[in-house]
T-cell receptor, first 116, second 114 residues
Framework: AQSVTQLGSHVSVSEGALVLLRCNYS??????LFWYVQYPNQGLQLLLK??????LVKGINGFEAEFKKSETSFHLTKPSAHMSDAAEYFC??????????????FGGGTRVLVKP | DAGVTQSPTHLIKTRGQQVTLRCSPK?????VSWYQQALGQGPQFIFQ???????QRGNFPDRFSGHQFPNYSSELNVNALWLGDSALYLC?????????????FGQGTRLTVV
C-alpha cells in the first residue's frame, strides 16, 4: 500500500518569499511522484513529476522538487512566491509497476496563501 | 486538443437517486480513471477503465460503477445516493503504455446530494 503525508494543511507566504511545501511518502516499491496544483473550482494541473531519472525535478511556473529516497520525501519549492501561486497543492504517488501511473494516491493537500 | 472534458459541471440530486457522470479523455489516451474529492480533502481513487473493462478499483462500494465505450469515453454511475457522496468527481486520462506516466485531469463534476 502507498500513502502520502503533506505536512501543513495551510501555508502563508509573503510575495517574493520562498515557498516550501512538504511531502513524505510511503511505498514498498519504487514510486513515481507528482505534484499537482488546483485552483478554485478547477481540476488538477500537473506541476512536475519524478519518474526515476534526475532526483531534482523542474516543473512549470518556477517550481521544483527533489526526490530524497533516504528521507522518503519529495518537497516542493519555489524561490519567489507570486500572487498567482495562491492555490491548493497536492502531492501524489503511484506504483512504478502499474502501467501509466494513473492510479494515484494523493496527500490531503496544502493550501497556499500569498500575502502582498 | 480539447483535453479531458467532463459533464455536467454541476448537479444536484436527492438522497436515494441515481446519477451518471460523463468523461471524454484527451485525444490519444486510452485509459480513464475516476476520483472522488470531498471538500477539503485530496482526491480518492474510485476505479480505472481500459479496453472497456474495469482494470483497478479503490475502496468504494458497489453503488459506484462505471463503463468505458469503444471511443474511450467513460461514465461513472452512482446508485442510491447518500449525503456523503457529495463531492467533486474528477476524471483523469492517460495512455496505458509508454514511458510517460502523466495523467491529465478534467475540470470535474460537482455533485451535491440533498
Amino acid at each position: 500500500a502507498q500513502s502520502v503525508t503533506q505536512l501543513g494543511s495551510h501555508v502563508s507566504v509573503s510575495e517574493g518569499a520562498l515557498v516550501l511545501l512538504r511531502c513524505n511518502y510511503s511505498s514498498s516499491v519504487p514510486p513515481y511522484l507528482f505534484w499537482y496544483v488546483q485552483y478554485p473550482n478547477q481540476g488538477l494541473q500537473l506541476l512536475l513529476k519524478y519518474t526515476s531519472a534526475a532526483t531534482l525535478v523542474k516543473g512549470i511556473n518556477g517550481f521544483e522538487a527533489e526526490f530524497k529516497k533516504s528521507e522518503t520525501s519529495f518537497h516542493l519549492t519555489k524561490p519567489s512566491a507570486h500572487m498567482s501561486d495562491a492555490a491548493e497543492y497536492f502531492c501524489a504517488v503511484s506504483d512504478q509497476r502499474e502501467a501509466a501511473g494513473n492510479k494515484l494516491t494523493f496527500g490531503g493537500g496544502t493550501r497556499v496563501l500569498v500575502k502582498p | 486538443d480539447a483535453g479531458v472534458t467532463q459533464s455536467p459541471t454541476h448537479l444536484i440530486k436527492t438522497r436515494g437517486q441515481q446519477v451518471t457522470l460523463r468523461c471524454s479523455p484527451k485525444s490519444g489516451h486510452d485509459t480513464v480513471s475516476w476520483y472522488q474529492q470531498a471538500l477539503g480533502q485530496g482526491p480518492q481513487f474510485i476505479f480505472q477503465y481500459y479496453e472497456e473493462e474495469e482494470r483497478q478499483r479503490g475502496n468504494f462500494p458497489d453503488r459506484f460503477s462505471g463503463h468505458q465505450f469503444p471511443n474511450y469515453s467513460s461514465e461513472l454511475n452512482v446508485n442510491a445516493l447518500w449525503l456523503g457522496d457529495s463531492a467533486l468527481y474528477l476524471c483523469a486520462s492517460s495512455k496505458l503504455t509508454g514511458a510517460s506516466t502523466e495523467a491529465f485531469f478534467g475540470q470535474g463534476t460537482r455533485l451535491t446530494v440533498v
